[in-house]
């Protein structure tokens, strides 16, 4: 399974995904999404899990849970913006959710891509919308396959 992972668009789905994610199964969208609509345009390329960040509005919020926990291919996946630990680290993210066999998150806009006691892996893909914090747009993608540990890498959508 080839997951796409994404998070902060606030309200900005840039072209570039649609090629990053063509061939992706399942999108995980980690929070900041902007609107409801720019999940419909991402439910174009596949299934769409999402969560709503600190950034996102009432109508998001009622609609989108603030963290997903689900087995994905025989792991225990956290998806959460991150802003619930105030300002997230990986050992903070798995002090607070240390069943989780992978963590996504966002919130910082800085693309992250650890391991964690060698099993646990953590993943901020980066903010994907407007850019921020002069950090480049990005995103990230995700195998799994069973009896694997999760493959993962981190996707530039412009040059730095």
Known sequence: MRLGIISDTHGLLRPEVFAVFAEVDHILHAGDIGSLALLTELEAIAPVTAVCGNCD????RHRVPRVVERRIEGLDFVLLHGDQVGSPTPALLHAAYPGAEVIIYGHTHRPLLTTLERVVTV???GGAGQRRF????SVGIMELEAGL???ARLVPLTDP
């Open 134 to 137: 002069d950090l480049p747009p």
């Open 123 to 125: 993943m901020n893909p």
């Open 149 to 151: 540990p999760p493959r």
């Open 57 to 60: 509005d009432w109508e998001v």
